[in-house]
């Protein structure tokens, strides 16, 4: 059984930087979807970025510009780049994956945002961001 590591969290001033890593043992999977996610005190969780196997990627508007989503070139280490944050970026990041073994043709033809998606996740952990 795989898992999923994240580190790379902490506080920081508005404006400021973090970067978000997400390390992922125990997986051979060579098409696939993986996103970080976040979820807000009193919010619900709401996808933040996600990339394809092929290397494809998607946004939520409100950080579009701003943060980036990455694999390592060896792709079993996810980041998440954060630039430009904003006290609403607080949050606890999580990183998901849609990892299957069986799969429907056009399964993975798009990754998409919607959480219950993705079957495993990590712990996360916390950005906080002050004004």
């Known amino acids: 059984q795989g898992e999923l590591v994240e580190s790379g969290g902490g506080s920081v001033q508005s404006g400021g930087s973090l970067r978000l890593s997400c390390a992922a043992t125990g997986y051979t999977y060579s098409t696939y979807c993986m996103g970080w996610f976040r979820q807000a005190p009193g919010k619900e969780r709401e996808m933040v970025a996600t990339i394809h196997s092929d290397g494809s990627t998607t946004y939520t508007d409100s950080v579009k510009g701003r943060f980036t989503i990455s694999q390592g070139s060896a792709r079993n280490t996810l980041y998440l780049q954060m630039n430009s944050l904003k006290p609403e970026d607080t949050a606890m990041y999580s990183c998901?994956?849609?990892?299957?073994?069986?799969?429907?043709?056009?399964?993975?033809?798009?990754?998409?945002?919607?959480?219950?998606?993705?079957?495993?996740w990590g712990l996360g952990t916390q950005v906080t961001v002050s004004s």
């Open positions: 998901a994956a849609d990892f299957r073994k069986y799969y429907s043709s056009g399964y993975y033809y798009s990754c998409g945002g919607n959480p219950g998606r993705y079957n495993y």
